[in-house]
Nanobody, 120 residues
Framework: QVQLVESGGGLVQAGGSLRLSCAASGSIFSINTMGWYRQAPGKQRDMVAVIAGDGSTGYANSVKGRFTISRDNAKNTVYLQMNSLKAEDTAVYYC??????????????WGRGTQVTVSS
């Protein structure tokens, strides 16, 4: 069984910074792409940033230059450094990972989410 647990959300003023973390645990053989998604009230869940197993990254246009995704493969953890936060960044942030279990099957996993609220 695999779990993703996010941490680091909270309330911050516009222009401030937060760092999200997401740790994967359980029966893990390998992790490929990891990413962060967000969902604001009444809106669909959108990709924020992704990082592949080789370290290549991709970002939503709305966060380019402000957010940085990184990973620590030894800790099975992905991070999202968020700077220059804006009110429109307010959302529940979800961690996602493509994980190969010890049963040799790849599956897509989601965390439960962490709330980020940016006050203007």
């Amino acid at each position: 069984q695999v779990q993703l647990v996010e941490s680091g959300g909270g309330l911050v003023q516009a222009g401030g910074s937060l760092r999200l973390s997401c740790a994967a645990s359980g029966s893990i053989f390998s992790i490929n792409t990891m990413g962060w998604y967000r969902q604001a009230p009444g809106k669909q869940r959108d990709m924020v940033a992704v990082i592949a197993g080789d370290g290549s990254t991709g970002y939503a246009n709305s966060v380019k230059g402000r957010f940085t995704i990184s990973r620590d493969n030894a800790k099975n953890t992905v991070y999202l450094q968020m700077n220059s936060l804006k009110a429109e960044d307010t959302a529940v942030y979800y961690c996602n990972a493509a994980i190969k279990g010890r049963d040799s099957y790849w599956s897509d996993y989601w965390g439960r989410g962490t709330q980020v609220t940016v006050s203007s």
